[in-house]
């Protein structure tokens, strides 16, 4: 059997309290959207002996992405002395930082028994039966969950654009050749930092 990938995911707000319906066994329809799911009274029963937790304290994790395009537009005219040059350059980037005073963490690696108790659950049932012609659909077993204390976050968005133009012409001839050429420049620059003290 290949070894599937933890993947974390980042809700959307910071509202959902541990143990709701951001919690171990819970089943949800959409991975970024936990407050519809589809044991609304409570998640399957997990064994106490089959959760690992961890905690962090003093965690600070900080990322930044920077996108930059430039561009430009330079031409000749052939038998004349004719140059010039149209460029631009725009450049956005994302800074976010969150601290926690303290970061805990619940794991469990469900048995494949559970997971066949859990498809067997009336709610679940139903949702596959109005599905079941879609196969994009899917279902998603929270298997892990992470929770912040004390959170502080701050984020900032930059953008900056700027531009150029240059010609020289010498235009007593006609009948000439023009030679126009682009030029296209995207970088795009991602880092990430984290840190925690015990």
């Not at 994009?136 to 976050?153: E, P, Q, S």
């Not at 010609?167 to 007593?172: K, P």
Request: aromatic share 8%; hydrophobic share 35%.
């Amino acid at each position: 059997m290949p070894e599937q990938k933890k993947t974390w995911i980042l809700v959307k707000g910071t509202d959902f309290n541990p143990g709701r319906s951001l919690s171990l066994g819970q089943i949800l329809t959409k991975p970024f959207e936990p407050s519809l799911p589809l044991f609304p009274d409570g998640p399957l029963p997990i064994p106490e002996t089959s959760i690992e937790r961890s905690y962090q304290t003093g965690v600070i994790s900080s990322s930044c992405t920077a996108l930059g395009v430039s561009f430009g537009l330079w031409a000749e005219v052939d038998l004349l002395p004719v140059s010039g040059n149209v460029g631009g350059k725009r450049e956005t980037s994302h800074d976010g930082k969150w601290e926690f005073e303290k970061l805990e963490g619940e794991i469990t690696v469900p048995r494949l028994a559970d997971v066949q108790e859990a498809l067997e659950k009336p709610e679940i049932v139903a949702h596959l039966q109005r599905i079941k012609f879609d196969f994009r659909k899917r279902l998603y077993m929270i298997t892990g969950v992470r929770i912040a204390r004390g959170a502080r976050h701050g984020s900032k968005v930059s953008k900056t654009r700027g531009g150029n133009t240059t010609i020289m012409a010498d235009v007593t001839a006609a009948g000439v050749q023009l030679k126009v050429e682009p030029e296209i420049d995207v970088t795009r620059e991602n880092s990430e930092e984290y840190s925690f003290e015990g």
